[in-house]
């Protein structure tokens, strides 16, 4: 088993659904390794690579603190294996009369390794043969290095469904071909057949969910230059996410939802998505109005349901 030495070479966020992934780099070569991790993982890496201090110990600094009061070394980690789209690791430890391997994430193992300065590898054929590339100098720029002390990504904020939405614009932006994504995307989530809230108001307020996004790719084609101004997120679909958070606050909501997305893509005034509701007679006040009708038929609907039990 060959085990290839690697060095982190950044922890980057994805312009298009904003997760995080740490890049590892061949020391001696020219293969790059990319590994998807959640974004306590990636801070608690991207904070020990920019030295930055923090007032109490984290996570990964009490496992370091812990092995060194065992009186262990960590000898190395590595990315030991790649099964099913999931990487394995391990950390190695060295103690005085013997060799300990602890399986864990490779995220865990790349902190690790990081705080006491231990060499990290990967496995050459079960691991880099499989997932290893090769980039070029127009791939090394994308992506956004991560900082240390950000503040919380906005997507936080969004309802897991309110994410599956952001994510389908995503790949129904792939499917048309298209290197951005914009209103026109995000609508065409927000009609799709999963039923959401946001589905069945527009559904309610005469949409016809069955035939609207022909609609929207026909528009999305004719009008692409206005919002396809760049990669990734378009400038409205950034300001219609903003919209979304703030109808988020003023109704009270603790997390963005579906519906709060429709109303974001009406108040963006230049997008695709918001011209064709409007179009269609769709405003904030008729949105409202539906949602008023829809919280209080499921708020009935729920003390219905309690006094049966």
């Given at each position: 088993?060959?085990?290839?030495?690697?060095?982190?070479?950044?922890?980057?966020?994805?312009?298009?659904?904003?997760?995080?992934?740490?890049?590892?780099?061949?020391?001696?070569?020219?293969?790059?390794?990319?590994?998807?991790?959640?974004?306590?993982?990636?801070?608690?890496?991207?904070?020990?690579?920019?030295?930055?201090?923090?007032?109490?110990?984290?996570?990964?600094?009490?496992?370091?603190?812990v092995?060194?009061?065992?009186?262990?070394?960590?000898?190395?980690?590595?990315?030991?294996?790649?099964?099913?789209?999931?990487?394995?690791?391990?950390?190695?430890?060295?103690?005085?009369?013997?060799?300990?391997?602890?399986?864990?994430?490779p995220?865990?193992?790349?902190?690790?390794a990081?705080?006491?300065?231990?060499?990290?590898?990967?496995?050459?054929?079960?691991?880099?043969?499989?997932?290893?590339?090769?980039?070029?100098?127009?791939?090394?720029?994308?992506?956004?290095?991560?900082?240390?002390?950000?503040?919380?990504s906005?997507?936080?904020?969004?309802?897991?469904?309110?994410?599956?939405i952001?994510t389908?614009?995503?790949?129904?932006?792939?499917?048309?071909?298209?290197?951005?994504?914009?209103?026109g995307?995000?609508?065409?989530a927000l009609?799709?057949?999963?039923?959401?809230?946001?589905?069945?108001?527009l559904?309610?307020?005469?949409?016809?969910?069955?035939?609207?996004?022909?609609?929207?790719?026909?528009?999305?084609?004719?009008?692409?230059?206005?919002?396809?101004?760049?990669t990734?997120?378009?400038?409205?679909?950034?300001?219609?996410?903003?919209?979304?958070?703030?109808?988020?606050?003023?109704?009270?909501?603790?997390?963005?939802?579906t519906?709060?997305?429709?109303?974001?893509?009406?108040?963006?005034?230049?997008?695709?998505?918001?011209?064709?509701?409007?179009?269609?007679?769709?405003?904030?006040?008729?949105?409202y109005?539906?949602?008023?009708?829809?919280y209080?038929?499921?708020?009935?609907?729920?003390?219905?349901q309690?006094?049966?039990?």
């Amino acid at each position: 088993m060959a085990e290839i030495e690697m060095v982190i070479d950044s922890v980057r966020v994805s312009l298009m659904n904003y997760q995080r992934v740490v890049i590892l780099k061949e020391k001696e070569g020219k293969r790059y390794l990319p590994c998807w991790v959640g974004p306590a993982e990636a801070d608690a890496i991207s904070v020990k690579m920019q030295g930055v201090s923090v007032p109490r110990p984290l996570t990964h600094d009490f496992v370091c603190a812990v092995i060194d009061n065992l009186k262990a070394t960590v000898k190395h980690a590595i990315i030991s294996d790649l099964k099913k789209d999931t990487f394995y690791a391990k950390v190695v430890l060295i103690t005085d009369d013997e060799r300990i391997e602890i399986d864990c994430r490779p995220s865990d193992a790349l902190a690790v390794a990081l705080r006491v300065g231990a060499p990290i590898f990967a496995d050459d054929q079960r691991v880099l043969d499989k997932a290893g590339i090769l980039l070029d100098e127009e791939d090394k720029t994308q992506g956004i290095v991560l900082e240390p002390e950000r503040k919380p990504s906005k997507f936080e904020k969004f309802s897991q469904s309110a994410q599956d939405i952001l994510t389908l614009g995503e790949q129904e932006a792939k499917r048309l071909n298209h290197n951005f994504v914009g209103t026109g995307h995000l609508l065409l989530a927000l009609v799709k057949d999963t039923p959401t809230t946001a589905s069945e108001l527009l559904k309610n307020l005469g949409i016809d969910l069955t035939k609207i996004p022909v609609e929207i790719e026909t528009n999305i084609n004719q009008r692409s230059s206005i919002e396809a101004v760049e990669t990734g997120l378009t400038s409205a679909v950034k300001e219609a996410i903003e919209l979304s958070i703030a109808e988020a606050k003023r109704l009270g909501a603790k997390e963005v939802q579906t519906e709060h997305i429709v109303l974001g893509l009406i108040r963006q005034s230049d997008g695709i998505a918001g011209s064709l509701l409007k179009n269609r007679g769709i405003n904030v006040e008729k949105v409202y109005g539906e949602l008023i009708r829809l919280y209080t038929q499921s708020w009935f609907g729920q003390e219905a349901q309690s006094s049966w039990q």
